[in-house]
């Protein structure tokens, strides 16, 4: 029999911060996500480091929508590393032409 089980501990840490300190510790915290693409650019880019439950991807189609990048204008796209689309980061093709539109 385990005694910690590792799926488990996230929320029983996150339990006894809350019971033990405040709920204040524990409490995510949403991000201004056009704020922080205003101050991203090309030299200083935006990267998501992802835990269970959050995905910005909803934010990003609402700022993309808001600056004229839509799936639907094949304009904006949606890469993800881990779920094989590595071929779509292969194509020399495809970052030069999103280089050279901005998209």
């Known amino acids: 029999m385990r005694a910690l089980r590792p799926e488990c501990m ?8 809350e019971e033990k300190l405040d ?21 200083t880019p935006m990267f ?11 934010d990003m189609e609402k700022h993309g929508k808001r600056l004229g990048y839509t799936f639907d204008n094949k304009n904006f796209h949606n890469v993800s590393w881990v ?4 071929w779509w980061l292969s ?3 495809t970052w030069q032409l999103g280089a050279a539109t901005g998209s």
């Open 10 to 17: 996230a929320y029983a840490i996150r339990d006894f911060v």
């Open 23 to 43: 709920s204040t510790y524990v409490i995510g915290r949403s991000l201004d996500f056009a704020l922080s693409f205003e101050e991203s650019g090309p030299a």
């Open 48 to 58: 998501f480091i992802l835990s269970p439950g959050v995905d910005p991807l909803k």
């Open 83 to 86: 779920r094989g689309r590595r």
């Open 91 to 93: 194509r020399p093709s």
